[in-house]
C-alpha cells in the first residue's frame, strides 16, 4: 500500500502557498503539480515550491495525482470539484465546499458512483484549542449543552484587501466566506443543527475600496453584510450567530457556550490554537493540560504574534483515510450540512421564517493528541 497519494492544486491564489507550505509537515501527501487558468500563477508557484506546472487538463489527467485540491473562487468550486470527480480523483476543496445542497448532493452522488473521496475546509476545528473544546464538552465538565453565541464582526475587507470585489457579491458575505470556521466548529462540538431562523440586510449599497492598487474604486453590495441568526441544535442548544461587515468595534467574544454546570469561551474558529477559558457554576476553573501538537506556535501573525497554523491537516487526515480505509474528519456530510445551515440562514433573511434543514452529519472524530501525532510527518513528533 502506498505511504502518501500525490495531490494537486488548482488554483494559485493567495491561499495555495499555506497549502504548499505547510503539507510537509505531514504524513500522508505529497504536493507534485499546480495549475490554474492563469498560466503565468501557476508557473510561479510551481517555481517557488519546485512544482511540475500543468495545465487543469493535464493535472486531471496525470497518473500521480490522487487528491485534487481545489482552491478555485466559490463560485467556481462545483465544476472544478465535479471534473476532477469524473476524472476518477479524490477531491478535497477549500471552503465554501459548493454554494447549494443541490450542488453538494450532485458531487456526493457523482462521487459514490466513481468511488472517490470528498472532503473540505475548514480543518481549524482539528486544531489544539478547539480540540481541548471538544475534550470538555465530551467529559461532560460543563454539563450539557444548552445554549451558546459566536459573533463574527469587522467592518470588511475594502480597506486593506487589493481585490475585494467578490467578498460582496453572492456566494460571499461574512456567512459563506466566514461562517464555514463558525458552524463547522459547532457542528463538531455539539451536533448538527435542526433549524435556523435570521434577519439580515445591506446597510450599505456601496463600498469605496480603500487599499492599493484599486483605491477609489466602487463596489456594488449584492449579498447581505448583516445577518442574525438562531440556530436550533438538534441537540436541543439554542446559538446565536451575529455576522457583520458593517462593525467598527465590538466586544463580543468569538464564540461561547452555556453548559449545565458551567460555562465555555471558544477562541476564534479561525485559527488552529488561542486560549480556552473554562468555568464552574460560580468561577473560571483550570483548564486540563493539553499538549496537542497542532496548538504549538510555528509562524508569527499579522498581529506579530506567534500562530499556530497548521492548514492541510484534514487533507492530510482525509489521504490517510483513504490508505487505512477509515473515515476522514472533514467529510463530505459535515460540509454539505455546515452549507444547508448557512444558505438556511440566508434564505430565512430574506423570508423572515424559520428554515428547517434537509441535511444532517455525525460529529466527526475527535482528534486527540496521540491521533493529531499521527498526522504529522515523523520528525514533527520524534
Not at 134 to 143: E, Q
Not at 341 to 359: A, C, D, P, R, Y
Amino acid at each position: 500500500m502506498a505511504k502518501r497519494l500525490g495531490v494537486g492544486i488548482i488554483g494559485c491564489g493567495n491561499i495555495s502557498a499555506a497549502y504548499m507550505r505547510l503539507s510537509p509537515l505531514f504524513r500522508g501527501i505529497e504536493i507534485r503539480a499546480c495549475a490554474d487558468v492563469n498560466p503565468e500563477a501557476a508557473r510561479l508557484r510551481a517555481e517557488e515550491f519546485n512544482l511540475r506546472q500543468e495545465t487543469v487538463e493535464g493535472l486531471l489527467s496525470a497518473d500521480d495525482i490522487d487528491i485534487v485540491v481545489n482552491l478555485t473562487i466559490p463560485a467556481a468550486h462545483y465544476e472544478v470539484s465535479k471534473k476532477a470527480i469524473e476524472a476518477g480523483k479524490h477531491v478535497y476543496s477549500e471552503k465554501p465546499f459548493v454554494l447549494s445542497v443541490e450542488e453538494g448532493k450532485a458531487l456526493a452522488a457523482l462521487a459514490a458512483e466513481k468511488g472517490v473521496r470528498v472532503g473540505s475546509a475548514p480543518d481549524t476545528f482539528l486544531g489544539g484549542a478547539h480540540q481541548l473544546a471538544r475534550h470538555v464538552i465530551d467529559t461532560g465538565a460543563i454539563g450539557k449543552i444548552v445554549s451558546g453565541t459566536c459573533h463574527v464582526m469587522s467592518h470588511g475587507m475594502e480597506h486593506w484587501h487589493p481585490n475585494p470585489d467578490f467578498f460582496f457579491k453572492p456566494g460571499a458575505g461574512p456567512v459563506l466566506d466566514i461562517g464555514p470556521y463558525y458552524i463547522t466548529n459547532l457542528v463538531q462540538l455539539i451536533g448538527p443543527v435542526k433549524r435556523v431562523a435570521a434577519l439580515a440586510s445591506i446597510p450599505t449599497k456601496e463600498r469605496i475600496i480603500l487599499s492599493e492598487p484599486r483605491k477609489g474604486e466602487k463596489i456594488n453590495v449584492e449579498t447581505p453584510t448583516t445577518i442574525h441568526a438562531v440556530m436550533e441544535f438538534k441537540s436541543g442548544a439554542i446559538v446565536t450567530l451575529g455576522a457583520s461587515w458593517d462593525v467598527w468595534h465590538h466586544k463580543h467574544a468569538n464564540m461561547e457556550l452555556y453548559g449545565e454546570k458551567g460555562s465555555l469561551h471558544v477562541p476564534d474558529p479561525n485559527f488552529f490554537g488561542g486560549d480556552l477559558v473554562v468555568t464552574d457554576e460560580v468561577e473560571i476553573v483550570d483548564v486540563p493540560r493539553w499538549e496537542h501538537p497542532l496548538s504549538v506556535i510555528n509562524q508569527e501573525g499579522r498581529d506579530g504574534k506567534g500562530l499556530a497554523n497548521y492548514r492541510a491537516a484534514g487533507l492530510a487526515d482525509m489521504a490517510i483515510g483513504i490508505l487505512e480505509g477509515r473515515p476522514h474528519r472533514c467529510s463530505l456530510e459535515m460540509s454539505l450540512h455546515a452549507i444547508d445551515v448557512m444558505t438556511s440562514i440566508l434564505t430565512s433573511g430574506e423570508t423572515g421564517g424559520f428554515v428547517e434543514l434537509t441535511t444532517t452529519c455525525e460529529r466527526p472524530a475527535a482528534l486527540d493528541i496521540e491521533a493529531a501525532r499521527t498526522l504529522l510527518a515523523e520528525k514533527e513528533f520524534a
